[in-house]
């Protein structure tokens, strides 16, 4: 089975620039994530939906960040306008019913974003 | 609230020997889960193990073991007879019945020839 899938793999963009991620979960999971990795931070939850329901947003770092997950199979995080410090690695991760998975979650390759 | 702690920034080791990556949760909750990933240099986050809370029972996968102990709210992974490709950072992380995976700082595991 496909893991999930994002894109781009690497990104390096100007400040200011409008920056789209894409994600692909994994087919039959309900759930998605969108996290960010610094060395500043660590990983930290950004988003997540639940049937592509948005339920928790309140790790978006500011307005210049939106999520939407428009069908089952998509989601994108969008920055705009992109700024130096939003250079991260972005992961989109997926998993299924609690009950059946355990909440264990699946991450994609990661998305790994430079903004000069 | 929810919060993993990795006390180890980063440990090195020479090849063979025995390494015990440690993690210290706090949640709340009766019914929760603990997760180990690995990190390798490639970057990508794999799932290693899951734990729920009501099993204490310790997990051998290879020379991959775990050691769950609520009593002192601890989950710890031993890797036996490490080798240079069990090099990576290790992340510990806890998800509670608020569907949220939260992870430890990390622990860099450097393993020499």
């Known amino acids: 089975d496909a893991g999930v899938i994002q894109s781009p793999r690497h990104e390096v963009t100007e400040m200011g620039q409008e920056v789209t991620l894409r994600c692909k979960p994994i087919s039959g999971h309900d759930y998605l994530f969108w996290y960010r990795q610094t060395m500043m931070r660590g990983l930290e939850l950004l988003i997540y939906f639940n049937n592509n329901v948005p339920i928790d947003d309140s790790g978006m770092p500011e307005d210049r960040f939106s999520a939407k997950m428009p069908n089952a199979s998509f989601s994108t995080l969008k920055i705009q306008p992109s700024e130096p410090r939003d250079s991260a690695v972005y992961f989109c991760?997926?998993?299924?019913?609690?009950?059946?998975?355990?909440?264990?979650?699946?991450f994609g390759e990661g998305s790994w974003l430079t903004v000069v | 609230a929810q919060k993993v702690t990795q006390a180890q920034t980063e440990i090195s080791v020479v090849e063979k020997e025995d390494v015990t990556l440690d993690c210290v949760y706090e949640t709340r909750d009766t019914t929760y889960y603990l997760f180990w990933y690995k990190q390798p240099p490639s970057g990508e986050l794999v799932f290693l193990i899951r734990?729920?809370?009501?099993?204490?029972q310790n997990e051998i996968s290879g020379r991959y073991s775990w050691n769950f102990q609520k009593s002192t709210s601890s989950f710890n992974f031993t890797i036996t007879a490490s080798q240079v490709v069990d090099s990576a950072v290790y992340f510990c992380?806890?998800?509670?019945?608020?569907?949220?995976?939260?992870f430890g700082t990390g622990t860099r595991l450097q393993v020499f020839p």
């Open positions: 992380a806890l998800s509670d019945n608020t569907d949220k995976l939260i």
């Open positions: 734990r729920n809370s009501f099993d204490e």
């Open positions: 991760a997926s998993r299924s019913d609690r009950l059946s998975s355990g909440n264990t979650i699946y």
